[in-house]
């Protein structure tokens, strides 16, 4: 082989050389990526209540374009909203103790928020609303599987969901009342069970980070309106840094938080 390379003409042989070593060294001639031209946002949303901390899971968060000083008509609105606790708006319906205990167990807003499992239909802890549609269901459907899993067919629209489709339109009109100011659609996004989530692809500029109406939590309901500055940025480098949403003040946050204690309703 290296009588071969010596028969070459210096050229050729300095060409093949340079061939070699630049082939061999793929750091040498790597791309640097791409600088970030998009934002991203790592929410964590929690509140403290009495000594201990909690995280918010299961919550909606919504970015609407624009500061808290443009988005001030919207936020007072926000602020206005007169909404039934949970516990009062099934307590004015007669809902059963059972009931109310099973919703506040997982904090759902509807009946739809997680499986109804044997235990809320025959069991000790049975729910006389699920004892009540199961029985129906079963001249329905001829079959228990059947009839438990079917059941909230047979409750009424009120016990189904009313709470939240209560709540859904005041949303509706809040996002309505901000994408008519600010143009932009509203994004939104739902916290998993750590009271985290995320807002990708953002374009940079001011933000609005709010729950539009307030969220319930064991003694108190909490609405938040935050101004964030978004930025071009890389996921990686979005995750070391949190927008933290909490109801102890944040001097690094320009936040606007309301706190109410939840009333104490009719049994």
Same mark, same amino acid.
């Given at each position: 082989m290296t009588k071969r390379l010596e028969t070459l003409s210096p050229f050729i042989f300095g060409s093949l050389i340079a061939v070699i070593i630049f082939a061999g060294d793929p750091l040498s001639h790597a791309q640097s990526p791409a600088p970030a031209t998009r934002g991203v946002i790592r929410l964590k949303a929690k509140y403290k209540t009495g000594d201990v901390t909690k995280d918010l899971s299961r919550k909606r968060f919504f970015l609407i374009k624009g500061s808290l000083e443009e988005n001030k008509a919207l936020i007072e609105k926000m602020k206005q909203a007169d909404l039934l606790s949970r516990d009062c708006y099934y307590r004015t319906l007669g809902a059963s103790e059972p009931l109310i205990k099973w919703l506040k167990a997982n904090d759902c807003e509807s009946v739809y928020c997680?499986?109804?499992?044997? =235990?809320?239909?025959? *069991?000790?802890? %049975?729910?006389? =609303?699920?004892? #009540? %549609?199961?029985?129906? *269901? /079963?001249?329905?459907?001829?079959?228990?599987? $059947? %009839?438990?899993r079917w059941l909230v067919t047979n409750l009424s629209t009120e016990l189904r969901a009313g709470f939240y489709n209560r709540r859904q339109e005041v949303i509706n009109a809040l996002v309505?009342?901000?994408? !008519?100011?600010? @143009?932009?659609?509203?994004?939104?996004?739902? &916290?998993?069970?750590? !009271? &985290? %989530?995320? /807002?990708?692809?953002? =374009?940079? !500029?001011?933000? &609005?980070?709010?729950? /539009?109406? #307030?969220? =319930? &939590?064991? @003694?108190?309901?909490? $609405?938040?309106?935050?101004? @964030?500055?978004? @930025?071009a940025v890389d996921l990686a480098t979005a995750m070391k840094r949190p927008v933290t949403l909490s109801n102890e003040k944040d001097p690094k946050l320009k936040c606007e938080i309301v706190e109410r204690p939840l009333p104490v309703c009719a049994k």
């Open positions: 997680r499986e109804i499992e044997e =235990e809320y239909v025959t *069991g000790s802890d %049975a729910v006389p =609303e699920f004892q #009540a %549609a199961y029985r129906q *269901g /079963l001249r329905d459907f001829r079959t228990p599987e $059947l %009839a438990r309505a009342q901000a994408e !008519g100011a600010s @143009k932009p659609k509203v994004l939104s996004v739902m &916290t998993d069970r750590k !009271g &985290t %989530a995320y /807002l990708t692809d953002l =374009e940079p !500029g001011s933000y &609005t980070i709010s729950n /539009l109406v #307030a969220s =319930e &939590t064991e @003694k108190t309901s909490i $609405l938040w309106a935050c101004e @964030k500055e978004v @930025k």
